[in-house]
């Protein structure tokens, strides 16, 4: 049997990413998330981790709860970039 990914992300769609900041000192990791509930996981700094060693692309698929939960951080995301954060910190200029 094949390791080769059966999902389809495309790389294309509506969705978001998340990257971790800091360290970078043995890769980063990241989750794309689409709104079609295909998510990929991208994991090369598996340093600190307890069961996973090496680097690896996971794909996956959300569950129903997990989906509207995403799409909703969609949702907040697009306002927040449109509207600007609602808790943003503001910053005297001098």
């Not at 090496?54 to 995301?77: M, P």
Request: proline share 2%; charged share 20%.
């Amino acid at each position: 049997m094949s390791n080769t990914s059966k999902l389809n992300v495309g790389g294309s769609g509506e969705g978001f990413g998340i990257t971790r900041l800091g360290g970078h000192q043995h890769g980063s990791n990241s989750l794309g998330v689409w709104l079609s509930g295909a998510i990929r996981l991208g994991l090369s700094d598996t340093v600190s981790f307890e069961n996973y060693h090496g680097v690896g692309v996971v794909d996956a698929k959300l569950s129903r709860d997990e989906l509207i939960d995403a799409k909703e951080i969609h949702r907040q995301l697009c306002a927040a970039s449109i509207n600007g954060p609602v808790h943003e910190v503001p910053v005297k200029r001098r």
